[in-house]
């Protein structure tokens, strides 16, 4: 069974304070890892997907890095509206197992 | 252009009752998945539909069902609905169902009393 633990479940920053939330998962074969950010009663957005070990993508203040094992998102001089609960979610290379594993998130405050 | 669509917003329900979710996909994607996110946790599985036809199915019970339309709109239907229903029923839309990325709707907010 696929799984994805995510820590810490949550994190308070100080604006400016950079610092990473880790993904460690558990799957039959990776097809794709993915970031999202979801806001409080809103769907998930969208962030990054990652495919292989060694692979780093990034956007804005936000950095996605790949292990064979685990995921990390580095948050470089984070702001107040980087506030957002933070999901990994995991898709496994095994026909008719396309959808998406989530993890629980990270619940990320960042504080002016 | 439009993003993933749901209707409706928020649905109060009572007890084994039946309700009906719905879904508009973004325009060319022809792959709709349905998730359940309870609060304090991660969106879990519950259908995935390609061309009209249930390509995957989470672990959830008969009461669950869901179909897709010719346009790739989707509905969710949850029969004899119980308290631990209440959750936000989120829809993801795909191009494909291989390796795509999956875009959410806002979501529809559940409450069974």
């Known amino acids: 069974e696929d799984q994805v633990t995510q820590s810490p479940e949550a994190l308070r920053l100080q604006e400016g304070e950079s610092s990473s939330l880790n993904c460690s998962y558990t799957v039959s074969g990776l097809r794709g890892l993915f970031w999202y950010r979801q806001d409080p009663g809103k769907g998930p957005e969208f962030l990054f997907t990652?495919?292989?070990a060694g692979e780093e993508k990034e956007k804005e203040r936000l950095k996605a890095t790949l292990t064979k094992k685990e995921s990390f998102l580095h948050i470089t001089a984070p702001k107040p509206e980087d506030s957002a609960t933070y999901l990994c979610a995991v898709q496994a290379d095994v026909t008719g197992r396309r959808a998406l594993t989530f993890g629980s998130g990270t619940r990320l405050q960042v504080q002016p | 252009d439009a993003g993933v669509t749901q209707s409706p917003t928020h649905l109060i329900k009572t007890r084994g009752q039946h309700v009906t979710l719905r879904c508009s996909p973004i325009?060319?994607?022809?792959?709709v998945s349905w998730y359940q996110q309870v609060l304090g946790q991660g969106p879990q599985f519950i259908f995935q539909?390609?061309?009209?036809?249930?390509?995957g199915r989470g672990n959830f019970p008969d009461r669950f069902s869901a179909r897709q339309f010719p346009n790739y709109s989707s509905e969710l239907n949850v029969n004899a609905l119980l308290l631990g229903d209440s959750a936000l029923y989120l829809c993801a839309s795909s191009l494909g169902r291989g390796t795509y990325e999956q875009y959410f709707g806002p979501g529809t907010r559940l409450t069974v009393t």
């Open positions: 539909y390609y061309e009209k036809e249930e390509r």
């Open positions: 325009s060319g994607h022809k792959s």
């Open positions: 990652l495919y292989s």
